[in-house]
């Protein structure tokens, strides 16, 4: 099977008709997943292509298409208010591709869609996708093909890259998503390993980080205590310098946490294997599914 | 974005937070002009976007107008981790009877906006907080209410015993928070927090981080961008929507996505060679992006070798083949280019490399190997 999404999922698109939001409806359709519906204040009755209708609320269209799935393409001012909609009205998966939502807003949306039952994905994500089944956000499909390896990664191109080059290997996946690079995001590495560990088709997962925060050294921590299913990691930015940081806050709070190698060394300790260029990963893959 | 600390401090001030006078200058004469005119001792303190100004000499006494112009004209000529000081502060010198720590910050842990408190203040706070954490107060605000005078006072029985001083430093914290959040910032700090001998409690520097991502909604506070203070090539990239960090290496590197350019730049090194550079040019990026990518890159005189490593999904391939056509005319390469790209439209990128004399590779590792080969000076 897989995760978070799968044949069933029914979405729709908040933003359908912006530029963004219409190339990649396209893209979803054309990759097989259901789009439902999409919403677009003012354009309420149209229809994109002929065929999704567009409503002019998350309300009207998840009662007029029962959908259980969303996907965000809306501009950044706007991403918070869009995902506090699409919570409200009783969306249980919210993904949000926008990128550029201020931090300010991510901590007020996250308590609140988290007390209306929602999980959220992203922002600043490039989304999920189940090869074979469905797609969600903006990963290219085609470098996708469906096997037993679960990915979970809080980078877009750099996902894509170790995809591609699992997929040359002939290794394919059952989910792969994207979390997002921001500093406060919905679903975090443990929610995805913690899926991929209760999903029967996921074999081995694979896990790419950077530097900065924590969220890894407690990810692995997780594989230690809580996982059987074998688990490699990659994380990007051991060459990245320290910045010209200012203010005391930032190491108040999380010390030196955060490089690359303090998060390898958590890796390594907690067993998950540790690649240490992006190809590694598909050996390790291979020896760990032997 | 940083800002200086005069501008945090006039922000603070609009928001009642008690901030002894100061005033700018940009030459040791102003300096001096501003000392005299204050008629007491003054300190004279870098504007500079960089931590650590006390331990690098750009925070000093002058006890004389005279003594302000030689001491402002050593710190004008000051750079601090790479940049340049351009402007001081000049403020009168304050009678310290105790120093504390408060300071703000969007947590990523607790996903909310952490406060924190030292009764510990002063320029060894990163110490105390490592080798003493029970001297560090933290507190977690929900956004959605703010933080309650209950919790402030909290914070300040931490900080002091004397009620008068509780009270005060229990609004300072109110309007911190509230100066924080109303303008969009990621950070905001006050160290020290001072008591004075008379008993006042007030700031005596200031400090604060902006959220780029609030600036569209805030162009007051994005209004506060001093341009001089930055490093002029990460203005330029800024301006043309790229994300630029200059390094010391010989091999330029252009990639789409942080994690992959991050990964790129671990590449190089891995394979023996140095990065010049981290530079992201995002996602669709048109040709004009790649343009100005290169000037950048081709204006460091370190630069022996240029890789390109583009993995296209939103970013079409074609787009930055086009874009790398149209720089090499304008201005041709005097050193090597290595691209690769792979995904979206890469036939006809292919073709347009070709049609003008340049190939590109599909594997990142082949194309990182060669690149290193070619800024060292080795065959691949």
């Known amino acids: 099977m897989s995760i978070f999404i799968d044949k069933s999922t029914r979405l729709i698109v908040q933003g359908i008709t912006g530029r963004d939001g219409s190339f990649h409806t396209k893209q979803m359709i054309e990759y097989g997943t259901q789009v439902v519906g999409g919403v677009t204040p003012g354009k309420g009755g149209q229809k994109f292509e002929d065929k999704v209708p567009i409503f002019n609320t998350v309300a009207e269209a998840v009662r007029a298409t029962q959908a259980n799935a969303t996907v965000i393409y809306v501009p950044p001012m706007f991403a918070a208010d869009a995902m506090m909609e699409a919570a409200d009205a009783g969306v249980r998966f919210v993904v949000c591709i926008t990128e550029g939502v201020p931090v300010l807003d991510m901590t007020r949306v996250n308590p609140f869609v988290t007390e209306k039952g929602a999980r959220l994905l992203g922002p600043n994500c490039p989304g999920l996708i189940s090869p074979g089944q469905s797609k969600v956000g903006i990963i290219p499909g085609r470098i996708c093909t469906p096997g037993p390896v679960g990915l979970v990664s809080r980078s877009g191109t750099l996902t894509y890259e170790v995809v591609y080059q699992m997929t040359r290997a002939k290794i394919g996946q059952t989910t792969c998503v994207g979390i997002g690079g921001d500093p406060i995001n919905g679903t975090n590495f443990i929610d995805c390993l913690d899926a991929f560990e209760k999903d029967p088709n996921t074999e081995a997962v694979v896990m790419i980080g950077e530097i900065g925060g924590t969220d890894e050294q407690e990810a692995a921590r997780f594989v230690r205590e809580k996982m059987k299913k074998p688990v490699v990691g990659f994380i990007a930015g051991q060459t990245a310098p320290p910045g010209r940081r200012m203010g005391h806050a930032g190491a108040i709070i999380s010390g030196s946490a955060g490089t690359a190698a303090e998060k390898m060394q958590a890796f390594e300790e907690n067993g998950v294997g540790v690649a240490k260029r992006p190809i590694d990963v598909v050996d390790l893959l291979k020896r760990a599914m032997r | ?380």
Do not use: W
């Open chain 2, 1 to 380: 974005m940083n800002i200086h600390e005069y501008q945090a401090k006039e922000i603070f001030r609009k928001y009642g937070i008690p901030i002894p006078p100061g005033e700018v200058a940009t030459t040791p004469e102003e300096a001096e002009a501003i000392a005299r005119k204050f008629g007491t001792t003054v300190v004279i303190k870098a504007q500079v976007h960089a931590g650590g100004r006390g331990k690098a000499g750009g925070v000093k006494l002058a006890k004389t107008p005279e003594d302000a112009k030689s001491i402002a004209g050593q710190i004008l000529r000051l750079t601090i981790k790479g940049l340049p000081v351009k402007k001081v502060l000049v403020t009168p010198a304050a009678d310290i009877a105790s120093e504390a720590y408060v300071g703000i910050i969007v947590d990523r842990a607790s996903k909310r906006p952490v406060f924190m408190a030292s009764p510990a203040g002063g320029i060894d706070i990163e110490e105390v907080a490592a080798k003493t954490p029970d001297k560090i107060l933290r507190r977690p605000v929900d956004p959605r209410y703010g933080l309650q005078l209950y919790e402030a006072m909290q914070l300040a029985f931490f900080l002091y015993s004397d009620m008068k001083q509780v009270r005060a430093a229990a609004k300072i914290l109110q309007q911190l928070y509230k100066a924080f959040f109303e303008n969009g910032g990621s950070l905001a700090e006050i160290n020290p927090l001072v008591t004075t001998p008379t008993g006042d409690v007030m700031a005596l520097d200031a400090k604060m981080v902006i959220d780029d991502n609030e600036l569209d909604r805030r162009p007051d506070i994005a209004a506060l961008r001093d341009e001089s203070a930055e490093d002029p090539s990460e203005v330029e990239a800024r301006k043309a929507n790229l994300t630029f960090i200059k390094l010391d290496g010989n091999v330029g590197c252009v990639v789409n996505g942080a994690g992959l350019a991050m990964a790129t730049m671990d590449l190089v090194k891995y394979y023996g060679g140095e990065p010049a550079n981290f530079l992201d040019i995002g996602g669709s990026s048109n040709p004009e992006k790649v343009v100005a990518a290169l000037r950048i890159i081709t204006s460091d005189p370190n630069v022996k070798a240029i890789l390109f490593n583009i993995f296209g999904g939103i970013t079409r391939t074609d787009d930055v083949a086009n874009g790398i056509v149209t720089a090499i005319k304008q201005n041709p390469l005097k050193v090597p280019l290595v691209i690769r790209l792979t995904g979206t439209n890469e036939e006809i990128a292919v073709k347009i490399l070709k049609e003008n004399g340049l190939s590109a590779m599909t594997d990142m590792d082949e194309a990182v190997k060669k690149a290193v080969a070619l800024a060292t000076g080795k065959a691949a």
